[in-house]
Structure formats: C-alpha cells, structure tokens
C-alpha cells in the first residue's frame, strides 16, 4: 500500500511540474489589416526567420514581444523593431515592403540595433 501511495504522489508531482511549464509565445500573420482573411501559420517567437508574403497584419500571443520586419524575404536588408503585447492585432504598414519578420519574447531583442 505504501509502494502504490508513493508512485501515486510521485506521479501527481510529475504531472503538476508539467503543466506548470510556461508555454512559448506565438504569432500568426493575416492577409487583411485588421487580422482577418487569409491565415497563416502559428509560429513560435522563437528569432527564426519567417516570410510575410502576401501577409498586411500580425497578431501575437503569450505575452510582451519584440517584432523585428525585414525588406528581405530572408531577414535581410532595413530592418524595423517594433513591440507588441499579447492579442493586439498590428497593422503592418512600414512604407514600403515587408518581406519577412523574427519574433522574440524579449525585450532586449528590440534594442539590438
């Protein structure tokens, strides 16, 4: 009886140290301005790299992030920082054309310049 209360805890423990684990932060872009129309994929806020073709809107989710978009299709050429906060829905009109993006929940991402 002790063996199978021992396990029984020791599974309990396991399970609540799993799903105390903070999910990452995500992003989704959208095909009209106010996020809504096409949808593209969820993607973590991981600094990877990511196309916007065809893409007017953002929208993160998790928390505070840092948006960096990019002229390139691969993150390359001008840059723009810009933060975001979770649900806001970001109309992306740089003035002039957006390629691709990196997303990361840090603030500092953004001041690296």
Same mark, same amino acid.
């Given at each position: ?10 599974? #309990? /423990?396991a399970t609540l140290? +799993?799903?105390?684990?903070?999910? %990452? &932060?995500? @992003?989704?872009? =959208?095909?009209?301005? $106010? *996020? ?15 196309? #916007? /073709?065809?893409?007017?809107? +953002?929208?993160?989710?998790?928390? %505070? &992030?840092? @948006?960096?978009? =990019?002229?390139?299709? $691969? *993150?390359?050429g001008s840059r ?34």
């Amino acid at each position: 009886m002790l063996f199978n209360t021992f396990f029984t805890s020791l599974a #309990f /423990a396991a399970t609540l140290a +799993i799903s105390s684990v903070q999910a %990452t &932060n995500t @992003i989704v872009a =959208y095909g009209n301005y $106010d *996020c809504t129309g096409s949808v593209g994929n969820t993607v973590n806020c991981d600094n990877s790299c990511h196309s #916007f /073709a065809g893409r007017h809107s +953002i929208k993160p989710s998790g928390g %505070t &992030n840092c @948006i960096q978009y =990019y002229t390139g299709s $691969d *993150c390359s050429g001008s840059r723009i920082n810009l933060f975001s906060y979770n649900d806001m829905c970001l109309k992306v009109d740089t003035g002039g054309p957006v390629g691709s993006f990196r997303c990361k929940s840090d603030s500092n991402f953004c001041q690296d310049v």
